[in-house]
């Protein structure tokens, strides 16, 4: 049905729909550079019993290296987080009176997040058709969550570790035992999310192949994609007359060659991180 | 080692090097002649035999004394026969290892060939062994090659630092050539033998450390209570391959070494980030040592021991110079299935396992749900007539 409604408008063929402003694109990149190096370093001490692990830790320099560089990461990575819920309040409260918590344009989850989890899995069984999504599907808005549930739990545990002489001047030593288990398994739980369903999500389900997904470097995607991929909010921008103004001219060929040069070396970065952290799981399981 | 004992015994091994070095040199024909005169038992024999060297060498016969080229009082080498033929050489000619000596003169002048030694002469039977095909035969004679090679790479066998010219330990100082023998196993000898391992290293060369390690809970159990299965020196240091401690290799190693009798204490303390990055190779974070002691490691719960709780903060400063009174709470030891002592890791563990089983039940279940339509339903589009040519 909506694919119809692209014929009916010729003048937007060829162009783009922005996604992404620049900040996020940046931040974005900034975080899943300091998100792969923080579990490179720290999984290569949490599997230290991996004939994988005292080489890497070799060639980053050793621990107390690889501690510099953990911590660094650690800061920019809540650096940008932090710089993001800055960002996003600045947002809000400009348009305090108008915007809509449970709206499209809301990473607030909602009734119909709800419903299209439902939706999606009749879909899967093929009792229903495929739902259609407007701005945010909801494993994006649980992909955009998960952050804050993953800084919140890592990220407090990591500063527990990261001063010890104060943590443990308040609270008793076992804080440290259990800080050391919560803060491996989370990661551990993270980078497997992010390596294996963030991954197919974005990149590697039938429909994105081949990977990889450029959106977060260019920040906009072509209209049929768009159209198939965000009908309801496709449909709603056409309805209301506001498409035009997401349009945007198609990425210079630099840009996208650029962008999947990129992401495939983050892809290939974070399925190699993929592959050691199952030998390593494997590994201890076996032990 | 105590550098006073150390000190001494190289003095006295220098001054019987020189002496024996101007003897060689510097003794003038006269000298000689009269020297020659005087100790000569009997004209040298056509063929020394071991009966030939027991007339001078025989430890029964109390102290053995002799007087050097200038007529100085010396005293000589004493064997005990009986000990000797009880022992893996005791079958062997004296000349055999001492193949400097070819006079049955006092004092010896020695011949072209090497001085007794250990290496060679074991390294030598093994290259015959292997030429004739008999290394199975020769079991025994392999570990005693494999420990010559750990002995080479070992702190033993390095210059020593006063007198560069001889190493740290060679195998005598351990080994009494002249009576060596590995008792059978079993056999209260070999228990003897066994317990006397502390003696051996302390004696001689590590006074101070066997001093610590009597007072230990490894050393009251190996010397008073007769405890084979309690640590001796090597347990911790091993025999031949002895390193260094202050090297990586050593402290990275000797976790290991204790883990050896204390297994889930090592696997507990690896997961502790103390125990992971010595697991990676780097000595630098606390060590069973570092926290337990280590020649005079005591039981925890004697008020005495660094890990008890009235001393552990200062244990814990020592590496940590800032730690604050929470650290003494800390379980450098704790695992995730002892509700009872741990109770805290072990909720909290059940806790992220519960949280990592539902995240990728449900999404990897999605995943492959979403994978499996998806592909079912591009095909179907792909194969519609309206839509051939269509990519993507």
């Known amino acids: 049905m909506t694919h119809r409604i692209t014929d009916e408008l010729p003048q937007f063929r060829g162009k783009q729909v922005r996604r992404f402003g620049l900040m996020w694109r940046i931040g974005h990149l900034c975080f899943a550079l300091s998100v792969m190096m923080l579990i490179l370093t720290g999984m290569t001490v949490f599997y230290a019993d991996t004939t994988w692990a005292p080489i890497v830790m070799k060639a980053l320099g050793g621990p107390k290296t690889a501690g510099i560089i953990h911590r660094t990461c650690a800061a920019i990575m809540l650096g940008i987080f932090f710089l993001h819920l800055v960002g996003v309040s600045i947002n809000i409260s400009r348009s305090w009176k108008t915007f809509k918590w449970f709206g499209p344009d809301s990473l607030v989850p909602n009734w119909q997040d709800f419903k299209d989890v439902y939706g999606m899995f009749r879909w899967f069984l093929g009792k229903g058709p495929r739902p259609v999504f407007d701005r945010w599907a909801y494993w994006e808005k649980f992909d955009y969550w998960a952050v804050f549930w993953g800084m919140g739990i890592i990220g407090s545990t990591g500063i527990l570790l990261t001063f010890p002489n104060e943590t443990a001047s308040i609270l008793p030593g076992w804080v440290f035992n259990v800080a050391t288990i919560v803060h491996g398994e989370e990661a551990f739980l993270a980078a497997v999310f992010l390596f294996t369903v963030h991954f197919f999500n974005n990149h590697f389900r039938p429909d994105k192949l081949p990977p990889p997904d450029i959106v977060m470097f260019t920040g906009s995607v072509p209209l049929e994609e768009f159209k198939r991929e965000h009908s309801a909010q496709y449909a709603r921008l056409v309805e209301t007359g506001q498409l035009e103004k997401h349009l945007v001219k ?31 799981f494997v590994g201890a399981s076996t032990r | 080692m105590s550098p006073v004992l150390q000190s001494n015994r190289f003095m006295i091994l220098a001054a019987i090097f020189c002496l024996a070095g101007s003897l060689a040199t510097f003794r003038t024909e006269a000298a000689a002649k009269e020297a020659d005169s005087k100790h000569e038992i009997s004209a040298p024999p056509a063929k020394l035999n071991n009966a030939t060297c027991l007339v001078c060498h025989d430890a029964g016969k109390g102290e053995l004394k002799t007087t050097d080229a200038d007529g100085n009082p010396k005293s000589l080498l004493g064997l005990d026969n009986n000990k000797f033929s009880k022992s893996l050489h005791g079958e062997m000619q004296c000349i055999a290892c001492h193949q400097d000596i070819t006079d049955a003169v006092s004092p010896h002048k020695k011949g072209p060939g090497p001085k007794a030694n250990c290496v060679s002469c074991h390294l030598e039977l093994w290259e015959t062994a292997k030429k004739e095909n008999l290394t199975k035969e020769k079991a025994r004679l392999e570990v005693v090659v494999n420990n010559i090679e750990y002995y080479k790479n070992s702190y033993h066998a390095r210059p020593n630092q006063d007198n560069p010219a001889r190493p740290n330990a060679v195998c005598d100082e351990c080994h009494h050539s002249h009576t060596f023998n590995v008792p059978p196993s079993g056999t209260s000898r070999r228990t003897d033998w066994h317990l006397s391992i502390p003696n051996v290293c302390g004696e001689k060369c590590h006074a ?37 401690t202050l090297k990586d290799a050593f402290k990275v190693s000797v976790t290991e070494n204790c883990g050896g009798c204390h297994g889930k204490n090592l696997t507990s303390y690896r997961d502790t980030y103390h ?65 009872e002592r741990y109770p805290q890791s072990w909720l909290v563990s059940r806790f992220m396992w519960g949280l990592l089983a539902f995240v990728f039940t449900f999404f990897w279940l999605h995943t492959g749900l979403w994978w499996y339509r998806e592909a079912k339903d591009s095909k179907a589009r792909k194969n519609h007539p309206e839509n051939r040519g269509d990519t993507k």
């Open chain 1, 250 to 280: 198609v990425p210079s060929r630099a840009l996208t060659l650029g962008s999947k040069i990129l992401g495939l070396v983050l892809i290939t970065i974070g399925l190699s991180l993929l592959v050691i952290l199952t030998i390593g």
């Open chain 2, 208 to 244: 101070d450390q066997l001093e610590e390690y009597a007072t230990s809970v490894h050393g009251k159990e190996v010397l008073e209570n007769r405890n084979l299965k309690a640590a001796d020196c090597t347990d911790c240091h091993t025999s031949h391959g002895i390193t260094a």
């Open chain 2, 275 to 339: 125990g992971q990055v010595n697991k990676l190779g780097y000595g630098h974070t606390a060590k069973c040592y570092d926290c337990h002691g280590s020649h005079g490691v005591l039981r925890p719960s004697d008020p005495k021991s660094t890990v008890h709780p009235d001393n552990r903060l200062k244990t814990c400063q020592k590496c940590h110079k800032e730690a604050t009174q929470g650290f003494t709470t800390f379980e450098p030891h704790a695992n995730t299935h002892d509700f």
